[in-house]
């Protein structure tokens, strides 16, 4: 029997690929681009998992997810909160809303599989574990797992990883001394030290959206031509 995944990104690059890497796979998948029509085809669809961007129209990933754990019937669908690259993920909101992973874009198709995967296994095993359970024999909580280690303030603002290049032996530079040879000198050297998967970050995130409004500008211009 085939298995549905309801996958609710605005971002109709992230769609189609999701759809490309589980083309091969027993997969119905159900796209919607906002969390108010997630919230709505929940409801009339009953998917076995849910992947939800986390920043989008309507309702966001987390509040996709709340709903669900609030659902009277279907609350233990598992559901994967899909971030952005430069997307700031809020863990403590995530665990709050009872998210079951996530997942960074842009992502290998063979770690979405695996992902999802992972997370239908353990939810058909957390079913059958509730269903052998002795419901007049006290259930001991589940032990918590240790909260993961919190990433410095400073790492998490610094996406591109610049900190680490100017920490490199640049002499302190003030407002006075900077001049444009200075200039010239330290941004060679940061695009030098930009690595490939930066570059790509960048392209998945921009591209798309330059290559829409491009698109969306020209057919305007036609339509007042």
Same mark, same amino acid.
């Given at each position: 029997?085939r298995?549905t995944?309801?996958?609710?990104?605005?971002?109709?690059?992230?769609?189609?690929?999701?759809?490309q890497?589980?083309?091969?796979?027993?997969?119905r998948?159900?796209?919607?681009?906002?969390?108010?029509a997630?919230?709505?085809?929940?409801?009339?669809?009953?998917p076995n998992?849910?992947?939800?961007?986390?920043?989008?129209?309507?309702?966001?990933?987390?509040?996709?997810?709340?709903?669900?754990?609030?659902? $009277?019937?279907?609350?233990r669908? /598992?559901?994967?909160?899909? %971030?952005?690259?430069? *997307? +700031?993920? =809020?863990?403590?909101?995530?665990?709050?809303?009872?998210?079951?992973?996530?997942?960074?874009?842009?992502?290998?198709?063979?770690?979405?599989?695996?992902?999802v995967?992972?997370?239908?296994?353990?939810?058909?095993?957390?079913?059958e574990?509730?269903?052998?359970?002795?419901?007049s024999?006290?259930? $001991?909580?589940?032990?918590r797992? /240790?909260?993961a280690?919190? %990433?410095?303030a400073? *790492? +998490?603002? =610094?996406?591109?990883g610049?900190?680490?290049?100017?920490?490199e032996e640049i002499?302190?530079?003030?407002?006075?001394?900077?001049?444009?040879?200075d200039?010239?000198?330290?941004?060679?050297?940061?695009?030098?030290?930009?690595?490939?998967?930066?570059?790509?970050?960048?392209?998945?995130?921009?591209?798309?959206?330059?290559?829409?409004?491009?698109?969306?500008?020209?057919?305007?211009?036609?339509n007042?031509?």
């Amino acid at each position: 029997m085939r298995q549905t995944i309801l996958l609710a990104d605005d971002s109709p690059t992230i769609r189609r690929l999701v759809n490309q890497t589980l083309a091969d796979s027993n997969f119905r998948i159900v796209e919607v681009n906002n969390g108010d029509a997630a919230i709505k085809s929940f409801e009339e669809i009953r998917p076995n998992v849910v992947l939800a961007d986390i920043y989008m129209p309507g309702k966001n990933g987390y509040q996709v997810c709340a709903y669900i754990r609030s659902h $009277a019937e279907l609350n233990r669908t /598992p559901v994967v909160l899909l %971030v952005g690259a430069f *997307e +700031a993920f =809020d863990e403590d909101t995530a665990k709050q809303a009872g998210a079951t992973a996530s997942i960074k874009k842009p992502f290998e198709p063979s770690a979405l599989i695996e992902l999802v995967a992972s997370v239908l296994r353990s939810d058909h095993e957390s079913h059958e574990s509730h269903e052998m359970l002795d419901e007049s024999a006290p259930v $001991a909580a589940p032990a918590r797992e /240790p909260a993961a280690p919190a %990433v410095p303030a400073a *790492e +998490a603002d =610094d996406l591109l990883g610049l900190e680490s290049i100017f920490k490199e032996e640049i002499p302190p530079l003030t407002a006075a001394t900077i001049s444009e040879a200075d200039i010239d000198r330290i941004a060679d050297r940061v695009l030098k030290k930009l690595s490939a998967q930066v570059v790509e970050n960048i392209a998945w995130e921009i591209l798309p959206d330059i290559t829409e409004k491009i698109v969306r500008e020209e057919l305007k211009r036609i339509n007042e031509s």
